[in-house]
């Protein structure tokens, strides 16, 4: 757990170093990612895509909700 944690930290911390725009940036991408499958697979690619990305980086289901909102059914 300390690991998962110490990963954030420092994630966090080179965000605060790099200013607003790192978050923007994740954002936009985010978004794009979404586009994507939706164009390909439709909304149950995003509903799955979205699932396992929170399984597997510490990416809350809100912030994805929130860039992918507009898209499909999102």
Known sequence: ???LSD????????????????YLGEA???RRI???L???GG???MV???ARTTELH???TSRIAAAWKGIGDW
């Not at 930290?9 to 200013?19: F, H, L, S």
């Open 7 to 22: 990963r954030r930290a420092e994630r966090d911390r080179r965000k605060a170093e790099a200013g607003p725009d790192a």
């Open 1 to 3: 757990m300390g690991r």
């Open 48 to 50: 799955a895509v979205a």
């Open 43 to 45: 909304g149950l690619w």
């Open 28 to 30: 936009v991408e985010i």
């Open 34 to 36: 979404g586009r994507g």
């Open 58 to 60: 510490p990416v809350t």
């Open 38 to 40: 939706f164009g390909e």
